[in-house]
């Protein structure tokens, strides 16, 4: 699987979010959690197609939180845990090699 190279790891603190695009245009957001987890969802919420990674980021409970309609989505799996959404949206893996954070796509 291709890697897509996000920053150094000290550039993308804990409670921080980092919005890339992979060459085929897919916007991903990678996000720090507050356990050390790094998580990286599409930045599409799956009820409207509206801009998921800009949303609130709770890094406690490792969600994110849609700006337009408030649906919340589990960092994690991609699952929403309110409505109106109710389809996951794709995740992607989160790997940390030689201090750098990188997201397999």
Known sequence: ???LTI???EDLPEGEMRLVEAEDGRKIGVFHCADGGLFAIEDRCSHD???LAQGEFDQSSC???CPRHG???DLRTGKPKSLPAYAPVDTFDVTLND???KVEI
Do not use: A, N, R, Y
């Open 71 to 73: 649906s919340l989505f």
């Open 7 to 9: 920053c150094k790891i």
């Open 99 to 101: 201090g750098q954070v």
């Open 63 to 65: 969600t994110v939180e």
């Open 49 to 51: 197609d509206g801009p």
């Open 1 to 3: 699987m291709p890697e």
